[in-house]
């Protein structure tokens, strides 16, 4: 694989930070697979500030128009999916079997899943009362966004534990 150095994507566009850090490569100390950029401080309020301004207009979308959106993905996913497992079996050390089974094909999975049920999942429910002091009251389950989200997670899953939650953060109009 050819060695390069690789930014990373922030309001539309590649940046390149000039703080660099070595992606190993599990099978060779010696020999990084690429340098990454790293993004400092003022790259992460950036981040925010744009998803801070893109918040609105998302959480105004339709679920079922977000479902659309994840449709969208997964086609995306599904036409990169060697490419993406052949990635985290270079980084990570991963067979190519485990990159599959463990983390492309269960993201997969979840858009699918959420693609289709979460318009029922988050559409207002009516709670139903049993004690007879609140029979004639009325009360409903609404699922509200709450803005903007950010996601960490630990390195053991690094396509589908952090794709898993920006699927959810994005179907329930979190930006």
């Known amino acids: 694989m050819k060695r390069m150095d690789v930014g990373f994507y922030l309001a539309g566009e590649w940046v390149k930070s000039g703080v660099l850090r070595p992606s190993g490569d599990p ?28 918040a609105a207009a998302w959480r105004d979308i339709a679920c079922e128009e977000r479902a659309n959106f994840l449709e969208g993905a997964f086609d995306l996913v599904y036409e990169q999916r060697y490419e993406i497992a052949k990635l985290i079996s270079r980084e990570q050390g991963k067979t190519l079997t485990e990159a599959l089974t463990l983390e492309v094909i269960p993201s997969l999975d979840m858009l699918r899943f959420y693609a ?27 699922f509200a966004p709450l803005g903007v989200v950010a996601v960490l997670t630990s390195s053991y899953a690094p396509w589908v534990a952090p794709f898993m939650a920006t699927v959810l953060a994005l179907i329930t109009g979190n930006a």
Do not use: G, N, W
Request: charged content about 25%; glycine content about 0%.
């Open 27 to 54: 099978f060779r100390d010696d020999k990084p697979i690429k340098l990454v950029h790293l993004a400092q401080p003022q790259h992460v309020a950036e981040a925010y500030r744009r998803a801070e301004a893109a």
């Open 116 to 142: 289709s049920k979460a318009p029922l999942f988050l559409s207002p429910d009516k709670v139903s009362f049993h004690q007879p002091f609140f029979h004639t009251k009325e009360s409903r389950v609404v």
